[in-house]
């Protein structure tokens, strides 16, 4: 059996995982707080973690959240488990994985320092298990004190279009096309090149043809979504005779989802990688959430 705990926005997701896999129980923690507002943490079932396979589906979708949940994930290795895998499918600060000037602070390698602290299981290192990671390189910043895994969510998105026709696939910037090009083989390939200019990104058709397709922009994140609306725009310019979007990781500060509402786009699909937005966006047009649920129950041993 797995035990599989979860933070308080995941509880949704390990259910459904939980209703999947017939083998894995939920397992409790207590996330209370102090009146001054720091945690008050307990795993309620220490004693039936002993000597099992552990798995913990963690959401740092907020920076408050890091604390109380890096707190039981240090924890639960000293519980004498056999295995113990950290199940993180948004890793929140990959965006900043490099330096360009001096003083700037790559925050993606401060926090796999944090993570590259967790105990060893009886079995050995943990596993740290991210999707469509922002930047590959971001694995070599964890120490070999863990093990980072990195997979993709990009297959719940070609399992949707198949079902859908005149598909082009593209791509809105260089990262999206290294990271996501050998992804969709048979589809033609609209390549797109991005400059900012400030606050502001301006696009461009660099190779590939949109005229008359279903044209779907592939990327792993979303944050203010100026350069989806670009790209959009630059598309539907050129002939698209629909535009839709994938994003693994909807992030969406400060409800920005909310100006897709009506900007154009046929389809936005979105994982539930980030629950509050996936929660926000359920059954508003033009989202519509694809679960990682199937994914991670493939994955927990």
């Not at 000037?101 to 991210?130: D, K, Y």
């Not at 936005?268 to 129950?297: H, M, N, Y």
């Amino acid at each position: 059996m797995i035990f599989l705990y979860h933070c308080p926005q995941m509880k949704e997701l390990a259910e459904r995982i939980a209703r999947i896999r017939p083998d894995v129980l939920p397992g409790r923690i207590d996330w209370s707080s102090f009146r001054d507002g720091y945690p008050n943490l307990k795993i309620l079932d220490a004693g039936a973690a002993r000597n099992r396979d552990i798995v913990f589906l963690a959401s740092f979708d907020r920076p408050s959240e890091i604390f109380k949940q890096i707190s039981v994930i240090y924890e639960i290795p000293r519980l004498v488990v056999r295995s113990f895998k950290i199940l993180l499918p948004y890793y929140p600060t990959g965006t900043m994985e490099r330096v360009e000037q001096e003083g700037e602070i790559a925050t993606a390698f401060t926090l796999a320092r944090m993570l590259s602290i967790i105990p060893h299981s009886a079995s050995g290192p943990s596993q740290i298990v991210i999707y469509d990671i922002h930047a590959l390189q971001e694995r070599f910043y964890f120490s070999d004190a863990v093990i980072p895994r990195l997979e993709s969510a990009i297959p719940l998105i070609r399992a949707r279009l198949r079902h859908l026709e005149n598909i082009a696939i593209a791509f809105p910037d260089e990262g999206a096309l290294k990271r996501f090009s050998r992804m969709f083989p048979e589809y033609p390939l609209v390549i797109c090149h991005k400059i900012r200019e400030g606050n502001q990104r301006i696009v461009s058709i660099r190779e590939g043809n949109p005229s008359g397709r279903h044209v779907v922009i592939i990327d792993d994140l979303v944050m203010t979504g100026g350069t989806l609306l670009e790209t959009r725009k630059v598309l539907e310019e050129n002939g698209a005779a629909k535009v839709s979007a994938y994003v693994t990781h909807g992030v969406f500060p400060d409800e920005s989802w909310k100006k897709f509402s009506d900007a154009g786009f046929f389809r936005f699909w979105i994982t539930d990688s980030c629950p509050r937005t996936a929660e926000a966006v359920r059954g508003k047009s033009p989202f519509e959430v694809l679960s990682l649920d199937q994914a991670i129950a493939d994955i927990l041993v």
